[in-house]
Each structure stands twice: as C-alpha cells, then as structure tokens.
C-alpha cells in the first residue's frame, strides 16, 4: 500500500513538473493575442497592434462587449481634442482588464494618461475565458493565490498555447488599421424581452444584495481591481471607472461602489440612458444612439483634465 501511494505520489510530481517545464515557454505576445479563437470582430489582434505602436493615446477604455459598443471613442476625440481610444474586448474577467493594462504599458512607447475601466452591478467572479491563452505564464500561476474558480482551465489553456507555439511559432498573423475601436451595433431591443429582462434582473439583483457569500466571491476580482491599481500608480496615469450594466438592473450604481471609490472615481450615466429601451440594441449592449449619449456624457465628465 506504502508503494502504491509513493508511486502515485512520484507520478503526481512528474506530471507537475512537465506541466511546469511547458509553462516556462515564453511565446511572443502577437502569437498570444492571436491563438484563441476570434469571437470577437478581430479584436484580439486590433488590441495587439494598437499596444505596439507608437501614437500616443491619453485616454483608454478597457472593458466588455458592453465598453466596445457603448463608447464612441472618435466622439470623445473629436470632442476633447486628444486621442483616446476603446479597447473593449469580448468576454467578462477583471483579470483580462488587468492583463491588457500590464501589456500595454510593457509593450506601449507612450503610456496614457487616463484609464477608464468598466464596472457592472456586480462583478464578475470568474476568470475571462481566454485568460490561459494570452496571459503570461506568471499571472496565470498567480490564480492559485486567489478565489479563481477556473484555475485548472487556465492552466490547462496557458499549456495548450504553448505547445501550439513550439509546433507553429509563424503561424498566427494578421493586420488591423483601424483608428478607433468603437464598433456599432445596429439592432433595436424589443420591448417584451425588455420587460421581460427587468423582472427577471430585478428579482435577480433581489437575491444577489442577500448572498452571503459575496465578500469572498468578490475576493477574486477585488484582488485584480487592486493590480491594476498598482499599474496605474506604478505608471503614473489617473483612474476611473465607468458603469455599464445590461438593461434592466434596479440599481443606478455598482453593488461595491464603496470600493471601487478607494482606487478611482466612479462615472455614472444619467439614468434616462439606462431605463429608455431607444437606446439599447439588446439587453446587453447600447446602440448607435445609446453610444452617443454615452460617449458626450463621458466627454463632459472628463473635459476638466484637458
């Protein structure tokens, strides 16, 4: 029996350290920005080419699908007379708002000199699903010191990349030229999902303010609001946060607003834009009006630091 659990255990230690010995493979950040399946519009790569030039942006806005279709980044521009720029990526995760951040002001000639990350009624508690794929051998690794329900994922995920990058480093390639990276959404929420998504989020926001467990679901992405933090004071550029949730949430602001406070002011958009259904494409994501009236509220909010 004592052999049986000391060959087991032998076992355990070897499939450890080959899992390590991959990990220790250090992929150029193009091949980590392009390997994952693109969901999203080519945003991975519009992102990557962005972070390795050299024009200077003074504000950039990370987030969600809900940051890609809800802030104009060339009305902002246009009305600040600076560049800003949205780099919203597909997908929920604190830490891909981390990870971004960490490799833009790694990789980016010129830092910027506001960020503006979105925030939602409640934070999502898990890790963004391409995490394993794009993130740097260390950050992934970093999950088991927090509450990371989808460590083993992105484990498995940061060793997967890396053996793809041994048998293929040429492989992934691609070119984006565009100037902003605010995509428009052409579609009309329809009135019955409407209502029926605020019942549902109402009674769903109900039963969330109750869950005891929400300081240490938190726990997960408070400890990546704390990173990029870190960055931005390392780096010298000012925080905010923006509030966009999806329609029909009771709530006009952020469940942890308190802590989000502690790190950056917290931009709320007026009400109206939120309840009035003209301005939404879906449940989830603002429309070409929504954008609008989004984007000349955030440039007003923000003109006093230009």
């Known amino acids: ?29 193009s091949f980590l920005y392009s390997y994952p399946e693109d969901g999203c519009k080519g945003r991975n790569m519009f992102i990557y080419n962005k972070m390795i030039g050299e024009e200077k942006t003074s504000i950039l806005f990370l987030g969600s699908s809900h940051t890609m279709n809800a802030i104009d980044d060339s009305l902002i521009s246009e009305y600040l007379k600076i560049n800003t720029l949205n780099i919203g990526l597909c997908g929920l995760g604190k830490n891909k708002e981390y990870m971004i951040l960490k490799d833009w002001t790694t990789y980016h000639k010129n830092k910027p000199d ?12 898990y890790s963004y699903s391409n995490f394993g794929y794009m993130a740097d051998s260390k950050d992934v690794l970093q999950g088991f010191f927090v509450f990371n329900r989808n460590m083993h994922e992105d484990i498995i995920n940061a060793i997967k990349v890396r053996i793809a990058y041994l048998l293929e480093k040429n492989k992934y390639t691609s070119v ?11 579609m009309q929420l329809d009135l019955a999902i409407a209502q029926e998504k605020k019942l549902a989020r109402t009674k769903k926001w109900e039963l969330e303010k109750k869950n005891i467990l929400s300081s240490i679901e938190f726990s997960y992405p408070n400890f990546y609001i704390k990173q990029i933090s870190k960055l931005c004071k390392d780096n010298n550029i000012q925080i905010y946060f923006i509030y966009l949730p999806a ?21 709320i958009t007026p009400t109206a834009i939120d309840e009035d259904i003209k301005y939404w494409a879906d449940d989830e994501h603002h429309n070409r009006l929504g954008a609008e009236k989004i984007s000349k509220e955030i440039a007003l909010l923000l003109k006093d630091n230009f």
């Open 176 to 186: 984006s030229n565009e100037k902003y990276g605010y995509l428009e959404n052409p």
């Open 1 to 29: 029996m004592k052999k049986l659990i000391l060959k087991s255990f032998l076992f355990i230690g070897f499939f450890i350290g080959i899992c390590m010995l991959f990990l220790l493979i250090k992929p150029n950040k």
């Open 114 to 125: 506001i960020v503006v990350i979105e925030c939602n009624h409640w934070e999502n508690t």
């Open 247 to 267: 329609y029909g949430y009771p709530t006009k602001s952020p469940l942890h607003i308190e802590f989000l406070q502690q790190y950056g002011k917290v931009l």
